[in-house]
């Protein structure tokens, strides 16, 4: 049983369109990282937070912690190729804890 | 310069044999790690050394040997590898405490035949 669950696991969509990624577990975290990584490489942080409620933007994205600390999500608006990649999210529970990811494809 | 880097980027051997991935930070950070990212994309902390000290050994089994000769440092040696063990193994650093962001090398794709 993973600690955390993301969902969708794939996403595929055309360049333009929206979509939100999630990040749920029962369990409550310190903080939350968001992570993307590309084919051959390792994962590159996005961004952190850190309170309940917290809100975050970044360009075209938008990353939200649940209130209670258990949850979050990432919004990508009018989506673009360059988008596409491996959207992980971790948790710090003493160390950090890594979703199993949702492979993002945007498709020109 | 790449900050955190590791070698070899791919590594293709048989079964039983031993192989070493060895790791290293320009960073100047005090904690490094291990993670192991399986074929469904699942990434898991293998281990964390902060400052040369182990901190965080997860349940990994003890073919798997980590080495820290200085905190810049971080090798994974594996003994008598198993079919099991493939996979891409991340090292990683970061500044300080657990939780902080963590600085990922390119990873090292290993394969047993």
């Known amino acids: 049983t993973q600690l955390l669950e993301q969902s969708p696991q794939f996403l595929s969509i055309q360049e333009g369109e929206n979509l939100t990624v999630y990040c749920n577990s029962s369990?409550?975290?310190?903080?939350l990282q968001w992570y993307r990584q590309e084919p051959g490489e390792g994962p590159v942080l996005l961004v952190t937070?850190?309170?309940?409620?917290e809100v975050k933007k970044l360009k075209r994205l938008t990353f939200q912690f649940g209130d209670a600390r258990k949850d979050s999500s990432l919004h990508i608006t009018a989506a673009q190729p360059g988008d596409t990649g491996l959207y992980l999210c971790a948790g710090e529970r003493g160390k950090l804890i890594f979703g199993q990811g949702t492979e993002l494809s945007v498709k020109p | 310069d790449t900050a955190v880097s590791q070698t070899p980027k791919y590594l293709v051997t048989q079964m039983g044999n031993d192989k070493s991935i060895k790791c290293e930070q320009n960073l100047g950070h005090d904690t490094m790690y291990w993670y192991k990212q399986d074929s469904k994309k699942f990434l898991k902390i293998m281990f964390s050394y902060n400052n040369k000290e182990l901190i965080i050994n997860e349940t990994v089994p003890n073919r798997f040997s980590p080495k820290s000769p200085d905190k810049a440092h971080l090798n994974l040696h594996i003994n008598s590898l198993e079919l099991g063990d493939s996979a891409v193994y991340f090292c990683?650093?970061?500044?300080?405490?657990?939780?902080?962001?963590?600085?990922f090398g390119s990873g090292t794709q290993l394969s047993v035949l």
């Open positions: 369990s409550v975290f310190s903080s």
């Open positions: 937070v850190v309170t309940g409620g």
């Open positions: 990683a650093s970061s500044k300080d405490r657990i939780g902080e962001k963590l600085f």
